[in-house]
């Protein structure tokens, strides 16, 4: 590798790059692509038609892009009346949905952009796998990603701005496993406008390029990433966020973060759900990549997890192992050759089946994801639930530009086009207020409802436990 002056140079790579598949083999995993997208999209906005998609979070960030397309701050009224939301996140990645928002304003753009980016995520994965192993392999490592239980539960839950750091962090590693480290410098960098925890992740992809000798962008990359963590978590955000902290690590800020780091190693792996969850993570490649450095990448992202306080961020559920996903299939292409040439028959075995190692794991972890039924009834999804088709009814009566109390999975449909908000984070009487008695957020939404029934509201319609009530007057 040379340090050239138009930036890092590795003739090596770049010659094992033009070597490999051509555009048409190069095709085969941009067909892929689509079949992901076109999954994950219907799957998505199936789950959005049946109300299955909630206010916290694509209704929060359904407000957010909404604020950037009305070229003002990304503010939720969920979170709080007019919250700013760089008090509690820093994601300006966001903003890059602005001209998909403008062409087609509704929470559903939300969701089809993250069907496309985790779609486009397996795309460098499948071709650096036909690269070093061959086009079945290829396909091998399109299916156990696109189906991997990181993927699944993004997809399950909602839209998250993690979906930006996936095809970054596909195209980061698959560069980096090849030697084409300008490419994945520059991949690397923009996981800085995507979530602030993932500072953490930029340095220890520099640490991997230390690892590798690449010293000088390295260190580049460590100190931008914990400048910029450091930066956001200790000054930006709790300048913004109206108590005043970072409200999410340490939990409340009532904790000092070393107090709360000493807590958080000592139970690194307690409760139990911590070791399942390392253990399942491990097992989507077959342990293949704990041999190569390349999978000290996708330890922040963990770590930070489960110095949580919360046990949602412990499992392997919702949207919390995304990131570690392309980081562990590019880590154990990189360490194939070292398994293959390993002493002992059942690693050597599995380095020379990698292709097949992958699918063997991924059939287990991805068949109990939420994916699973699915794939099993596809026609399900073209279904509407009768309380969905009584919701969309009900919601068309509330005009654009009025005030609503919503529960979580009334809120995203309204996002787009009302100031929604939730009792009891904003206590203000709406206009109108619709309540899925049947959610569990807010809590007791019964007693809600009889709440402002007794202050005069007009109850408009009940269908399907579903209350339409509007402001006397």
């Keep these: 590798m040379t340090l050239a002056p138009g930036g890092l140079r590795d003739p090596a790579g770049e010659a094992a790059l033009r070597e490999g598949p051509g555009r048409e083999g190069r095709a085969v995993w941009w067909g892929w692509a689509g079949v992901f997208f076109a999954l994950y999209t219907v799957f998505s906005l199936a789950r959005h038609r049946n109300l299955q998609t909630t206010g916290y979070d694509l209704g929060i960030f359904t407000q957010a892009v909404r604020g950037y397309a009305a070229l003002g701050a990304p503010r939720s009224d969920l979170l709080g009346w007019d919250f700013n939301l760089y008090g509690d996140h820093f994601h300006p990645v966001l903003a890059t949905l602005v001209p998909l928002y403008w062409l087609w304003p509704d929470a559903r753009v939300l969701l089809v952009a993250q069907a496309g980016l985790l779609a486009l995520a397996a795309v460098p994965l499948a071709g650096l796998a036909a690269r070093r192993l061959g086009r079945g392999a290829g396909h091998a490592v399109a299916v156990a990603f696109g189906l991997s239980f990181g993927v699944q539960g993004a997809v399950a839950f909602d839209f998250h701005e993690v979906a930006f750091a996936a095809p970054a962090l596909s195209w980061a590693m698959a560069a980096l496993v090849e030697g084409r480290y300008r490419a994945a410098l520059w991949w690397t960098v923009p996981l800085l406008a995507v979530k602030e925890d993932l500072g953490l992740t930029v340095a220890a992809v520099g640490l991997v390029f230390m690892i590798r000798r690449q010293v000088q962008p390295g260190l580049l990359l460590c100190a931008a990433g914990f400048s910029c963590f ?234 399907e436990s579903i209350a339409l009530l509007r402001q006397p007057g």
């Design 230 to 463: 450091a930066v956001l978590v200790g000054v930006l955000i709790p300048a913004a966020s109206p108590s005043g902290v970072y409200p999410h690590f340490p939990p409340g800020g009532e904790q000092s973060l070393l107090s709360q780091l000493d807590a958080g190693l000592k139970s690194l792996f307690w409760p139990e759900e911590k070791t399942a969850t390392l253990i399942l993570t491990a097992g989507l490649t077959c342990g293949l990549a704990l041999r190569s450095p390349v999978a000290l990448a996708a330890l922040p992202g963990i770590a930070v997890r489960f110095l949580s306080a919360s046990p949602s961020y412990w499992g392997t559920g919702l949207h919390y192992s995304l990131t570690a996903m392309p980081v562990l299939f590019a880590a154990a292409l990189d360490a194939q050759p070292k398994w293959a040439r390993s002493r002992h028959a059942l690693w050597r075995g599995l380095g020379r089946h990698t292709a097949a190692a992958f699918l063997i794991a991924a059939a287990p972890l991805s068949g109990t994801g939420p994916l699973q039924s699915f794939l099993l009834h596809p026609a399900r999804a073209f279904e509407t639930t009768p309380q969905a088709r009584a919701a969309h009814s009900l919601l068309r009566q509330i005009p654009d530009g009025a005030t609503v109390e919503a529960t979580n999975s009334l809120s995203p449909h309204l996002a787009h086009r009302t100031r929604v908000y939730s009792w009891p984070l904003t206590r203000r009487l709406p206009q109108y207020a619709v309540i899925n008695l049947r959610d569990s957020w807010p809590a007791a939404p019964q007693d809600r409802a009889a709440e402002l029934l007794s202050r005069g509201y007009q109850l408009l319609a009940l269908q």
